[in-house]
């Protein structure tokens, strides 16, 4: 099975900064996209970022300029540098992955998701 675990969430002023991470780990062929999404409280989850294996990215229009996201094919790890952070980016912020176990089992994970709390 394959798991994926966030770190780096907490509370922080409006302004700050916080860097998420999310390490991917089990039976890993090889790990296509990696995505950063988020759920607000009575709202459907967004996408905030994704980073292919070769390095592009995509964002969210309200995250450009102010969010990077980043990984490392070897420790098979994505990040999000979140900067100049909001009151509206509070949210539960989930890592996806679509990660091969096999070279013909290929399927989209999700970690648990970690709490990012942005105070005025």
């Known amino acids: 099975q394959v798991q994926l675990v966030e770190s780096g969430g907490g509370s922080v002023q409006a302004g700050g900064s916080l860097r998420l991470s999310c390490q991917a780990s089990?039976?890993?062929?090889?790990?296509?996209?990696m995505g950063w999404y988020r759920q607000a409280p009575g709202k459907q989850r967004e996408l905030v970022a994704l980073i292919t294996r070769s390095g592009s990215t995509n964002y969210a229009d309200s995250v450009k300029g102010r969010f990077t996201i980043s990984r490392d094919n070897v420790k098979n790890t994505a990040y999000l540098q979140m900067n100049s952070l909001k009151p509206e980016d509070t949210a539960v912020y989930y890592c996806?992955?679509?990660?091969?176990?096999?070279?013909?089992?290929?399927?989209?994970?999700w970690g648990q998701g970690t709490q990012v709390t942005v105070s005025s």
């Open positions: 996806n992955a679509e990660v091969a176990t096999t070279t013909w089992d290929i399927r989209p994970y």
């Open positions: 089990g039976r890993i062929l090889s790990i296509n996209a």
